[in-house]
């Protein structure tokens, strides 16, 4: 089975800062790479979806990139409302998916 | 709108079974993958397998499989996550969630709290 791998698994960074996560796979996935973000609480939501298209409502300043094994997921400006733990997710080898650790996102 | 709506939470004690349920409203259930995913206290999103209510394909994770068992009834629209004999280690946050086609989970179940505690 594919694994992900994702780093860093926690960070701080103030309002405004621009925040990176990447992800790698244990295989080369092509593009077939999501980001999810969850708040507490709730159910995880799409963000990213084919390693760099932004899902429809979700706020420009997200943003994915990469291809084959390695991954980028980049906060350009945070803000207080991105709060949350951030996951990749794979689906190179359908109906197989993988999660990664995920990413918790404070402010510092 | 399609819409994943869960069975509500649960507390059971070691060695009870257990079987949850996720209606799927909204859309064409025989046509769409389901998945489960469990998400322990405090801890990462897990894949643990998904159905396919068409014909009751179903594939599990190598660390789930043997452990829970996963169906699906087509005439009531619904997928459940079924254990025979609950651990403690067992209490988790459990999820459903449909991937589209192109195998992103759009949409997700509000998730059922299991408890497993003597």
């Known amino acids: 089975d594919i694994q992900m791998t994702q780093s860093p698994s926690s960070l701080s960074a103030s309002v405004g800062d621009r925040v990176t996560i990447t992800c790698q796979a244990s295989?080369?996935?092509?593009?077939?790479l999501n980001w999810y973000q969850q708040k507490p609480g709730k159910a995880p939501k799409l963000l990213i979806y084919d390693a760099s298209n932004l899902e429809t409502g979700v706020p420009s300043r997200f943003s994915g990139s990469g291809s084959g094994t390695d991954f980028t997921f980049t906060i350009s400006s945070l803000q207080p409302e991105d709060i949350a733990t951030y996951y990749c997710?794979?689906?190179?080898?359908?109906?197989?998916?993988?999660f990664g650790p995920g990413t918790k996102v404070d402010i510092k | 709108e399609v819409q994943l709506v869960q069975s509500g939470a649960e507390v059971k004690k070691p060695g009870e079974s257990l079987k949850i349920s996720c209606k799927g409203s909204g859309y064409s259930f025989t046509s769409y993958w389901i998945g489960w995913v469990r998400q322990m206290p405090g801890k990462g999103l897990e894949w643990m397998g998904i159905i396919y209510p068409g014909d009751s394909d179903t594939r599990y994770s190598p660390s789930f499989q043997g452990q829970v068992t996963i169906s699906a009834d087509k005439s009531i629209s619904t997928a459940y996550l079924q254990w025979s004999s609950l651990k403690a280690s067992d209490t988790a946050m459990y999820y459903c969630?449909?991937?589209?086609?192109?195998?992103?989970?759009?949409?997700w179940g509000q998730g059922t709290l299991v408890t497993v505690s003597s």
């Open positions: 997710q794979q689906y190179d080898n359908l109906p197989r998916f993988t």
């Open positions: 969630a449909r991937p589209s086609v192109a195998g992103t989970f759009d949409y």
């Open positions: 295989q080369d996935i092509s593009n077939y």
